[in-house]
């Protein structure tokens, strides 16, 4: 089955709707863009049979130069979980379930990098995409690059969906 056919998890978010503006808490502070840089609450539901684990990530498409940019990617997480709280992706992790695992971000450190699209670049998407998993751990270090995971995840993916949030300045 390719990633394509994979059946879709519903994503929703308290901390913004699917293709609206991002709100201050996430974009980034760390890069000058007004903001806290504090990942969004984030639920999902609809699982196929045989889920044991989610990755979650959040990629920047139409950021200048060479294959976008990441934002956030998280593996690891434990398949009765079905929600994130807002800040989980704080450098640390301590509000992720026990387990998961952030990546290094484009940004250069493991947590969520919030919206920081270039001044006068246009509209970027920052899609936000739940993945669900038919293994428990991808067997993947912190400092494996969120750049190469998609060939890692195609083969356990069982599903996956997403929401996208939108920030310019």
């Not at 956030?72 to 009765?80: E, F, I, S, T």
């Amino acid at each position: 089955m390719s990633p394509h056919d994979s059946p879709s998890l519903r994503v929703s978010s308290e901390s913004f709707h699917d293709g609206q503006t991002l709100p201050p808490a996430q974009r980034s502070g760390k890069m000058r863009a007004g903001g806290k840089d504090e990942s969004p609450q984030l639920s999902w539901s609809g699982a196929p049979e045989g889920t044991k684990g989610y990755a979650v990530t959040m990629f920047d498409p139409d950021a200048p130069g060479r294959g976008g940019f990441w934002h956030w990617a998280v593996l690891d997480v434990p398949a009765g979980v079905t929600s994130l709280p807002a800040g989980a992706g704080a450098e640390g992790g301590r509000l992720l379930p026990a387990g998961a695992l952030q990546l290094k971000n484009d940004g250069g450190f493991h947590g969520y990098l919030g919206a920081a699209a270039p001044p006068g670049h246009g509209p970027h998407r920052y899609v936000v995409t739940v993945y669900a998993l038919d293994v428990e751990h991808l067997g993947l270090d912190a400092g494996f690059s969120p750049a190469k995971l998609e060939p890692k995840l195609a083969p356990h993916m069982l599903g996956r969906g997403t929401i996208t949030g939108i920030f310019e300045r």
